[in-house]
T-cell receptor, first 117, second 112 residues
Framework: GAGVSQSPSNKVTEKGKDVELRCDPISGHTALYWYRQSLGQGLEFLIYFQGNSAPDKSGLPSDRFSAERTGGSVSTLTIQRTQQEDSAVYLC???????????????FGQGTRLTVV | DAKTTQPTSMDCAEGRAANLPCNHSTISGNEYVYWYRQIHSQGPQYIIHGLKNNETNEMASLIITEDRKSSTLILPHATLRDTAVYYCIVRGFTGTASKLTFGTGTRLQVTL
């Protein structure tokens, strides 16, 4: 596609339910990032996939959060037993990995707004 | 952890140049300076990046000091649509050094 696509754009869920958020990166981009942004706050790094390397999960806030990237393309962020503090906009970005950084800026999707009620 | 320091907020009159500073005193030799901005309710948008030379594109100019410990993003003729949070990031381009770490950014308000 022309850009990073995230779905759904909005998700309202009940506390305790599991949710899955999807990210379709730009074709050919091997690096993929997940961030979350709470209302009025900055971007909080969650996880980073880089080609076939083990992902950098250092930003995941708890073991309720997990992410996978199948086939080096689509990524799914899963939040189990959602809590109200999980309410935020979840942003995905992709980037062409390797080579000179001249063409390696990250492109962001428009995010999924998650509301836990 | 973020390796940059930016003012929390700035104001700029429409049509004037907006100069946004960033301190990155611990930048290493293989790290680039990147600028992104986030307009309300949108995902961050890439603006420009540089290593040591000044850079210019259709959106902005980036001035990096000779010691590379600080830089300034210049929007030459700010418009109301430039109102956004501007993030300065330092980043390598291999392995985990290429992870993007956002700080709190500078909230630029462009006014009439």
């Amino acid at each position: 596609g022309a850009g990073v696509s995230q779905s759904p754009s909005n998700k309202v869920t009940e506390k305790g339910k599991d949710v899955e958020l999807r990210c379709d990166p730009i074709s050919g981009h091997t690096a993929l990032y997940w961030y979350r942004q709470s209302l009025g706050q900055g971007l909080e790094f969650l996880i980073y996939f880089q080609g076939n390397s083990a992902p950098d999960k250092s930003g995941l806030p708890s073991d309720r959060f997990s992410a996978e990237r199948t086939g080096g393309s689509v990524s799914t962020l899963t939040i189990q037993r959602t809590q109200q503090e999980d309410s935020a906009v979840y942003l995905c970005a992709s980037r062409q990995q390797g080579g000179l950084p001249l063409n390696t800026e990250a492109f962001f999707g428009q995010g999924t707004r998650l509301t836990v009620v | 952890d973020a390796k940059t320091t930016q003012p929390t907020s700035m104001d700029c009159a429409e049509g004037r140049a907006a100069n946004l500073p960033c301190n990155h005193s611990t930048i290493s030799g293989n790290e680039y300076v990147y600028w992104y901005r986030q307009i309300h309710s949108q995902g961050p948008q890439y603006i420009i990046h540089g290593l040591k030379n000044n850079e210019t594109n259709e959106m902005a100019s980036l001035i990096i000091t000779e010691d590379r410990k600080s830089s300034t993003l210049i929007l030459p003729h700010a418009t109301l649509r430039d109102t956004a949070v501007y993030y300065c990031i330092v980043r390598g381009f291999t392995g985990t050094a290429s992870k993007l770490t956002f700080g709190t950014g500078t909230r630029l308000q462009v006014t009439l």
